[in-house]
């Protein structure tokens, strides 16, 4: 399993969420919406310190990681983040 993060999506968590060399951003498990996988599930995202990492990229000095408790989650599948160019969002797709 491994996480793909596009240069647009790096982009976007720069402009965005103002991260910088050195920064953590969490992908994680969360109650509720739903999942191709998981129905009341969904994915989440935050900026925080890991604690267990499972997964991780880093990019431009940006860790990108998955607590190893929420690998169940994402069912063998890699997780690449890009950006929807119609909503200019955050777009996740889950491939094996």
Do not use: Q
């Not at 999506?9 to 992908?27: P, Q």
């Not at 998981?38 to 998955?66: A, Q, W, Y």
């Amino acid at each position: 399993m491994k996480i793909v993060i596009t240069d647009e999506a790096l982009t976007w968590f720069k402009e965005e969420m103002e991260v910088e060399h050195g920064d953590y951003i969490r992908f994680y498990a969360r109650y509720g919406g739903c999942s191709p996988f998981h129905e009341s599930f969904s994915l989440g995202m935050n900026r925080e310190k890991p604690h267990d990492i499972g997964v991780e990229t880093v990019v431009d000095g940006i860790h990108f990681f998955i607590e190893k408790d929420d690998e169940w989650f994402f069912n063998d599948h890699d997780l690449h983040v890009s950006v929807d160019p119609k909503t200019e969002e955050l777009l996740y797709e889950y491939k094996k």
